[in-house]
């Protein structure tokens, strides 16, 4: 059957799985729907592996199927493959594995064709076609802390996966901008600037200290806490001057988050969760006519199976919560949005909020049963940013960490080491501005991105600043100096690709261009898993990989008979490294 996703080739792996599922279909006609199990593999006996036949074996074994065992179902597999350009040879090994290997030629003609179509062909089959990432989130008048950093940096760079595999994502930043904390924030504010909320210009200054201010007189003055209380029920009644208090309190904070994500380069629409608390009240109702709401201990809850505490979705005084908001807002992107997959990206601590509320969204048929089928909700868990003391990352003098002053530090740092390299005399100021920016943010960025984002991770400039190892600086160099090898051709490389050739004589020419190929696979497999730092991998390797063949005499590109060939494999190298810059919202840098 056609879809409208045939226009797209897959990776390397997807294509392989294509010609197995035919293989298979012929092989054991009388099983169905057997997906093929095929992998990458840097054995001796092939670049990939096709692992169905043991697993076959043991099912048609008995039912009169005409094979004497696993291997001899690994061979009708081989016979059954269909002719291939992309298939070199086949064996059989072992118990029954079948190994291709894959065809020199054709590996050389799809990377020219992708550099000559440019690399989007290479993008892996979309999952999905509308998905909501929910990253950075922070909330309002409080600090953005580096727990909202890797959330910001993380959420982006999915976004980004997935948006190259062509999905529609909706980048939602779901800003805490609602709740009874307002009230004494506001109270506390009309007490300091009369009628702030009218004012044009917000010289409030540090809202952080004054929510603290407010919440130490909240504790200490009953008469103020009555007048909060007060306050609140006039916001939540959408009284005018309450309102635009909010408002402006609002947009205080925005005005802050927004100097991070512009430094960041990250794009993301607000819908706070002030936006989905018309739709609670009916969405509690629905889950009520279930039958899935039960009264305990004056609250509403819903209860979970395997979980002793139950998900409070209306409080004790009637109030809604965090939970009530993510319900609304679950039910919101499902139904009015039409999203397939809603990510989600937060600190582990959350794990059993969003664990719960997805089983109570799965109770009401929301959702299937099971994690494999779509519409499909995902937490997205980090861990902890540590200090250099093992502890959470905190600065000398203040509590928390400002991001923006981190930036700025990296920055500094970045700059220096240009200067120090002798860059001050050669380059413009600006060269020299663009460059440390794009090495200090692409750093701190590297620096999250490369771990697995589940375990904790120690913050520190001198190692992710470090030009050897793998860090953003390494990288970033890598990809300058490939550059600079193209520049110093005197070569017209677009003119290369279309008139010259490119081969995969050598071993190591053979290597880097099987590893450019298997892009799209590694990309599909962080999407799927919703892993980054598989791709961060990926492009280590990519470096390494493209070192030996560079460093090899063997391999001579400038002067060399094969000069053209290896300028277009030089230039494929760097396609794919700044498409995976770009996936990890790095800006790359062209020369050092
Ligand atoms: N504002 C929350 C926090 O700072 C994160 C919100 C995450 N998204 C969600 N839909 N619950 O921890």
């Given at each position: 059957?056609a879809?409208?996703?045939?226009e797209?080739?897959?990776?390397?792996?997807?294509?392989?799985?294509?010609?197995?599922e035919?293989?298979?279909?012929?092989?054991?006609?009388?099983?169905l729907?057997?997906?093929?199990?095929?992998a990458?593999?840097?054995?001796?006996f092939?670049?990939?592996q096709?692992?169905?036949?043991?697993g076959?074996?043991?099912?048609?074994?008995?039912k009169?199927?005409p094979?004497?065992?696993p291997?001899?179902?690994?061979?009708a597999?081989?016979?059954?493959?269909?002719?291939?350009?992309?298939?070199?040879?086949?064996?059989?090994?072992?118990p029954?594995?079948v190994?291709?290997?894959?065809s020199?030629?054709w590996?050389?003609?799809?990377?020219q064709?992708?550099?000559?179509?440019g690399?989007?062909?290479?993008?892996?089959?979309?999952?999905?076609k509308?998905a909501?990432?929910?990253?950075s989130?922070?909330n309002i008048a409080k600090?953005?802390?580096?727990?909202?950093?890797?959330?910001?940096?993380?959420?982006?760079?999915?976004?980004?996966?997935?948006?190259?595999?062509?999905?529609?994502?909706?980048r939602r930043n779901h800003?805490?901008?609602?709740g009874?904390?307002?009230?004494?924030?506001?109270?506390?504010?009309?007490e300091?600037?009369?009628?702030?909320e009218?004012a044009?210009?917000?010289?409030?200054?540090?809202?952080q200290?004054?929510?603290?201010?407010?919440?130490?007189?909240?504790d200490?003055?009953?008469?103020?806490?009555?007048?909060?209380?007060q306050?609140?029920?006039?916001l939540?009644g959408?009284?005018?001057?309450?309102r635009?208090?909010?408002?402006q309190?609002?947009?205080i904070?925005?005005?802050?988050?927004?100097?991070?994500?512009?430094?960041l380069?990250v794009?993301l629409e607000?819908?706070?969760?002030s936006?989905?608390?018309?739709?609670?009240p009916g969405v509690?109702?629905a889950?009520?006519?279930?039958?899935?709401?039960?009264?305990?201990?004056?609250?509403r809850?819903?209860?979970i199976?395997?979980?002793n505490i139950p998900?409070i979705?209306?409080?004790?005084?009637?109030?809604f919560?965090?939970?009530s908001?993510?319900?609304?807002a679950?039910?919101y992107?499902?139904?009015?949005?039409k999203a397939e997959w809603i990510?989600y990206?937060?600190?582990?601590g959350?794990?059993?909020?969003?664990?719960m509320?997805?089983?109570?969204?799965k109770?009401?048929?929301w959702?299937?049963?099971?994690d494999?089928?779509?519409?499909?909700?995902?937490?997205?868990g980090?861990g902890?940013?540590?200090?250099?003391d093992g502890?959470r990352?905190?600065?000398?003098n203040t509590e928390?960490?400002?991001?923006?002053?981190?930036?700025?530090?990296?920055?500094?740092?970045?700059?220096?080491?240009?200067?120090?390299?002798?860059?001050?005399?050669e380059?413009?100021?600006?060269?020299i501005?663009?460059?440390?920016?794009?090495?200090s943010?692409g750093a701190?960025k590297?620096?999250?991105l490369?771990?697995?984002?589940?375990t904790?991770?120690?913050?520190n400039?001198?190692q992710?600043?470090?030009?050897?190892?793998?860090?953003?600086?390494?990288?970033?160099y890598?990809?300058?100096?490939?550059?600079?090898?193209?520049?110093?051709s005197?070569?017209?490389?677009?003119?290369?690709k279309?008139?010259?050739?490119?081969?995969?004589?050598?071993k190591?020419?053979?290597?880097?261009g099987?590893h450019?190929l298997?892009?799209?696979?590694?990309?599909?497999?962080?999407?799927t898993?919703?892993?980054?730092?598989?791709?961060?991998?990926?492009?280590?390797?990519?470096s390494?990989?493209?070192?030996?063949?560079y460093s090899?005499?063997?391999c001579?590109v400038?002067?060399?008979?094969?000069?053209?060939?290896?300028?277009?494999l030089c230039?494929?190298?760097?396609?794919v490294?700044r498409?995976?810059?770009?996936?990890?919202?790095?800006?790359p840098?062209?020369k050092?």
């Open positions: 059957m879809t409208e996703h045939d797209y080739m897959g990776s390397l792996k997807a294509q392989l799985a294509k010609l197995f035919v293989s298979l279909k012929v092989t054991v006609p009388n099983e729907d057997v997906e093929p199990l095929v990458a593999c840097n054995g001796k092939g670049d990939y096709c692992n169905n036949a043991m076959l074996w043991s099912k048609i074994k008995g009169g199927a094979f004497r065992g291997p001899a179902v690994g061979e597999i081989k016979n059954n493959l269909p002719s291939s350009e992309m298939i070199e040879s086949c064996s059989v090994a072992g029954g594995f190994n291709v290997v894959l020199k030629n590996m050389a003609k799809s990377i064709k992708m550099l000559i179509e690399i989007d062909t290479w993008a892996p089959l979309p999952p999905v509308t909501v990432v929910d990253f989130s922070p600090e953005m802390h580096v727990g909202h950093l890797r959330s910001t940096i993380i959420g982006d760079t999915l976004a980004r996966m997935l948006e190259f595999s062509k999905v529609k994502v909706l800003v805490g901008d609602w009874t904390q307002f009230g004494m924030l506001i109270e506390f504010l009309f300091k600037f009369p009628n702030f009218d044009t210009e917000t010289a409030i200054g540090d809202l200290a004054f929510y603290k201010a407010s919440k130490q007189r909240f200490a003055d009953p008469a103020f806490k009555e007048r909060a209380q306050a609140v029920v006039r939540q959408g009284e005018d001057k309450y635009r208090a909010w408002a309190i609002c947009q904070s925005r005005t802050e988050f927004h100097k991070v994500y512009q430094r380069g794009h607000e819908k706070g969760e936006f989905y608390n018309p739709y609670i509690i109702e889950l009520n006519k279930q039958g899935l709401v039960e009264e305990s201990q004056g609250a809850v819903i209860f199976e395997g979980i998900l979705v209306v409080k004790s005084d009637g109030g919560n965090y939970a908001t993510d319900l609304a679950l039910w992107r499902l139904n009015e949005e990510i990206v937060t600190d582990v959350q794990q059993q909020h969003f664990d509320f997805f089983k109570a969204a109770r009401a048929g959702l299937p049963q099971g494999s089928s779509y519409p499909k909700a995902s937490h997205v980090f902890l940013v540590l200090g250099e502890k990352f905190r600065t000398r928390v960490v400002r991001l923006v002053d981190l930036l700025d530090e990296a920055k500094v740092r970045s700059k220096a080491a240009l200067i120090e390299r002798g860059k001050g005399e380059w413009t100021e600006e060269e501005e663009s460059t440390a920016e794009a090495v943010y701190v590297y620096a999250d490369k771990n697995n984002r589940l904790n991770y120690t913050f400039f001198d992710m600043l470090n030009d050897k190892g793998n860090t953003a600086v390494y990288l970033l890598a990809h300058a100096r490939i550059c600079s090898i193209i520049r110093r005197g070569k017209d490389i677009e003119e290369l279309n008139k010259g050739t490119l081969v995969l004589g050598h190591d020419e053979r290597d880097l099987l450019l298997q892009f799209a696979e590694v990309v599909e497999e962080a999407c898993n919703l892993l980054p730092n598989v791709l961060c991998d990926y492009l280590y390797n990519l390494e990989i493209f070192s030996k063949f090899n005499p063997e001579k400038i002067g060399s008979d094969m000069e053209t060939s290896r300028l277009l230039e494929a190298t760097a396609v490294m498409k995976c810059f770009d996936l990890l919202g790095i800006a840098i062209y050092i």
